[in-house]
């Protein structure tokens, strides 16, 4: 069964450092593994998605790698700015299509 | 983008009657929906599986009579919880994916939260 790990659980740093979220999946037999943002209150936003035959994926200011035999993803955010505070998610499919495990979440705050 | 709009974002009810949720593809039709359920500082966890047009799939340890879904077409799934008590309060999300080939992203509402008095 997939188990997905996210370290750390929460993270507080000031407005405009660059910082790594780190994601970790026990069975590295994924067919992709995405990035969701999530406020308090609301539903998820994806941010990322990785393909398993990509190495990375780049949003503006959010970059994604992802290590398949090391079972890792990482979620390096630069620049840090106070509307980046959320819970950072990342979930892998168990096949193609199917549900998705989740991890427990990173709850970030940009402190001002 | 692909939007997936859930409805209502808060409901409050008795002890004892039924509250629906409904979740919408607006901009792709979705075969396969899936409900979440989220508590207060914790992660997600799928409540079942709903493919349109036949009976969805429920994960262990939910109960199908307590919590009715419903996919009678490719952009709306419901949630029907009935006889709701107070231990059903909780953080309902829902999910769809775009039917593209390979690997599409999984789109969520922006949730409904329960509060059963």
């Known amino acids: 069964k997939q188990e997905v790990t996210q370290i750390p659980a929460a993270l507080s740093v000031p407005e405009g450092e660059n910082l790594v979220l780190n994601c970790s999946f026990t069975d590295s037999a994924i067919y992709n593994l995405q990035w969701f943002r999530q406020d308090p209150g609301k539903g998820l936003t994806s941010l990322l998605l990785i393909q398993s035959s990509q190495r990375e994926q780049t949003s503006g200011r959010l970059n994604a790698s992802l290590d398949k035999s090391s079972g890792r993803s990482t979620l390096y955010i630069a620049a840090s700015q106070p509307g980046d505070s959320a819970t950072y998610l990342c979930?892998?499919?168990?096949?193609?299509?199917?549900?998705?495990?989740f991890g427990e979440g990173t709850q970030l705050t940009v402190n001002p | 983008g692909a939007v997936v709009s859930q409805h209502p974002s808060r409901v409050i009810c008795k002890s004892g009657t039924s509250v629906k949720i409904e979740c919408r593809s607006l901009d792709f039709q979705a075969t396969t929906m899936f409900w979440y359920r989220q508590f207060p500082k914790q992660s997600l966890m799928l409540m079942a599986t709903s493919n349109e047009g036949s009976k969805a799939t429920y994960e262990q340890g939910v109960e199908k009579d307590k919590f009715l879904i419903n996919h009678a077409s490719l952009t709306l799934s419901t949630l029907t919880v009935t006889s709701a008590h107070p231990e059903d309060s909780s953080f309902y999300i829902c999910?769809?994916?775009?039917?593209?080939?390979?690997?599409?992203?999984?789109?969520f509402g922006n949730g409904t939260r329960l509060t059963v008095t």
């Open positions: 999910s769809a994916r775009e039917p593209q080939p390979g690997n599409s992203p999984l789109h």
């Open positions: 979930a892998v499919p168990e096949t193609s299509g199917s549900r998705l495990t």
